[in-house]
Every structure is written in structure tokens, then in C-alpha cells.
């Protein structure tokens, strides 16, 4: 089993910064693929970025391409996904999984784990 656990999400006003963290432990998971997704409210959850753990490839969804990235820590076993340049309609929570299958994907119903999510609120 894995455990993943988000943080860093707050209120941010639009143009800012902020770095999301997603804190991995549990079985082995080097070979894993993992993911950030986000649901804005009254929507369906979205693929944002994934990465291969081991290798360090990684892709980024095209609507936010050019202002998110994706990264790793394997000492300290952690995700993060930097945003910059917020825009409102960014506000979501944000989700970190995981995916056994060490194949990046875009689709959520290929990820087995999830964490519980961090706001992101992008005001005006």
C-alpha cells in the first residue's frame, strides 16, 4: 500500500506562485508512475501532470503546459508540482496519485492511490 499526503495549497492571488508537495511512503513504489489531478467545484477531476518515478520523465497537460512543472525528490520520497502565473480558474483542490503500472497516463481511473487533496484558491 501506498500513503500519499498533499500539502502547500492556500489562498494566492492570480499572477502569483505556489509549490504543492505530495509526501510518498509505504510499499516500494520507484517504478511508479505518479500524478497530480485537480477538481475546480461543480466540475469532474482533471489530469494536471504525471512523472515516472525512477526515470524522471514526465508530461504536463497542454492548458497548463507553459506554467506548471513537475519534479521529485527520491531522498526525501516527494512530489511537487510548482505552479506560477495563477490564473482563476486554477482554483481546485489538487490531488496527488499513484500508478503501479509505471506508465504515464492522463486518465484518473488508472491511478490505485490517491491522497486527500490540498485547496488551491486563486483570487483576484
Known amino acids: 500500500q501506498v500513503q500519499l499526503v498533499e500539502s502547500g495549497g492556500g489562498l494566492v492571488q492570480a499572477g502569483g506562485s505556489v509549490r504543492l508537495s505530495c509526501a510518498v511512503s509505504?510499499?516500494?513504489?520507484?517504478?511508479?508512475?505518479m500524478a497530480w489531478f485537480r477538481q475546480a467545484p461543480g466540475k469532474e477531476r482533471e489530469f494536471v501532470a504525471a512523472?515516472?518515478?525512477?526515470?524522471?520523465?514526465?508530461y504536463i497537460t497542454n492548458s497548463v503546459k507553459d506554467r506548471f512543472a513537475i519534479s521529485r525528490d527520491n531522498v526525501k520520497n516527494t512530489m511537487y508540482l510548482q505552479m506560477n502565473s495563477l490564473k482563476l480558474e486554477d482554483t481546485a483542490v489538487y490531488y496527488c496519485?499513484?500508478?503501479?503500472?509505471?506508465?504515464?497516463?492522463?486518465?484518473?481511473?488508472?491511478?490505485?492511490?490517491w491522497g486527500q487533496g490540498t485547496q488551491v484558491t486563486v483570487s483576484s
Open positions: 496519485a499513484a500508478d503501479s503500472g509505471g506508465l504515464l497516463s492522463g486518465r484518473a481511473g488508472d491511478y490505485e492511490y
Open positions: 512523472i515516472r518515478w525512477s526515470a524522471g520523465a514526465a
Open positions: 509505504g510499499e516500494t513504489f520507484g517504478r511508479y508512475t
